[in-house]
């Protein structure tokens, strides 16, 4: 059975942000074709998914993995839009950045081509990240909007961070997308968020929700990331996706970002909003440079609005935690 507003494929579903959209869309009468990697010991939980609701009539699950574009052929068959969500992830550095980068643009551009030959695909969505946007020599800048890309080269001498080389393979598929898009007529936006925050359904903490709830517990990883902290809530980042691929005057790349918060705000957010969880840590001393935040103006100009401010977005977040028993 289809969907009334037919048939779509999301890579990655079974991730934090791929999972959310498929919620979404199922709500909206889409059917949904996404993709999961293999698990051979078939040890994997995708309960999260299949019960979602219109999930028996309209959800189909697929085997598929970057390192082998042509696991995407059957996916993406009779699919008029695709959501490139899925991306290679090594934040522990255990492969080379040119070995991430490389599969990374090469999977995505084997996806873009099945686009092509599908006959069948409109439009595709693919999801850039604000490290691609932000990691460069300018200086003094509070807001960036989507003339701004990260400096490879600048990332490879100057920047010591475990997000460099997602950093580079984020700005350099993005770039290999937009360029491939152009060169064959495929209809592609690109969607740049910042930190993924609030509500989720995947079964694991992710690194967004450990990091944004660091004050109450205790970690200080990634702290840094706090000092400014531009953020966009789960469901207006899939709303934007959805709305992206439906827009036909949408093109080239949007930041969707709808706050900039220092950590001075978020203790307050939590010690105000949750007093049950105490302040481990006050944030203070934090070192590292200011991140600039994100301009959103060209997805608001197209007619977008968010729905949820920084304070929904932890209560999200809150509520998620505890429900999993993470808090």
Not at 307 to 326: A, L, P, R, T
Request: charged share 20%.
């Amino acid at each position: 059975m289809e969907g009334d507003k037919g048939t779509v494929c999301v890579t990655g579903g079974n991730g934090y942000v791929g999972s959310w959209l498929i919620k979404l869309l199922l709500e909206l009468s889409y059917s949904v074709h996404t993709t999961v990697r293999a698990d051979p010991g078939n040890k994997r939980d995708l309960s999260f998914l299949t019960n979602l609701s219109g999930a028996n009539e309209r959800l189909k699950i697929f085997i598929a993995d970057l390192n082998d574009p042509e696991s995407f052929g059957t996916v993406i068959e009779g699919c008029k839009g695709v959501f490139h969500v899925a991306a290679p992830m090594d934040f522990q550095d255990n492969e080379t950045e040119a070995v991430v980068t490389q599969r990374s643009i090469d999977g995505t551009l084997g996806i873009l081509k099945t686009c092509l030959r599908s006959n069948t695909v409109k439009k595709v969505v693919y999801t850039s990240s604000i490290t691609a946007v932000f990691f460069n020599k300018i200086k003094n800048v509070e807001i960036m909007d989507e003339s701004y890309w990260s400096d490879v080269d600048y990332i490879r001498s100057e920047v010591k961070s475990n997000l460099s080389s997602y950093a580079i393979t984020k700005t350099l598929t993005e770039k290999a997308v937009l360029e491939f898009a152009a060169q064959h007529g495929l209809d592609l936006v690109s969607i740049i968020p910042p930190m993924v925050l609030g509500p989720f359904i995947c079964p694991k903490m992710h690194v967004p929700v450990h990091t944004a709830l660091s004050p109450i517990l205790g970690s200080r990883k990634n702290n840094n990331l706090l000092l400014n902290l531009a953020m966009v809530h789960m469901d207006d980042l899939a709303r934007a996706f959805i709305f992206l691929l439906e827009h036909p005057e949408a093109k080239g790349r949007y930041n969707c970002s709808s706050d900039t918060v220092t950590a001075p705000k978020i203790v307050e957010i939590l010690s105000t909003n949750h007093p049950e969880f105490p302040i481990v840590d006050t944030l203070e001393g934090i070192e590292g440079a200011k991140l600039p935040g994100l301009s959103s103006k060209k997805l608001l100009d197209l007619g977008f609005r968010f729905k949820y401010g920084v304070e929904d977005i932890y209560d999200g977040i809150i509520k998620s935690c505890k429900e999993k028993g993470f808090l």
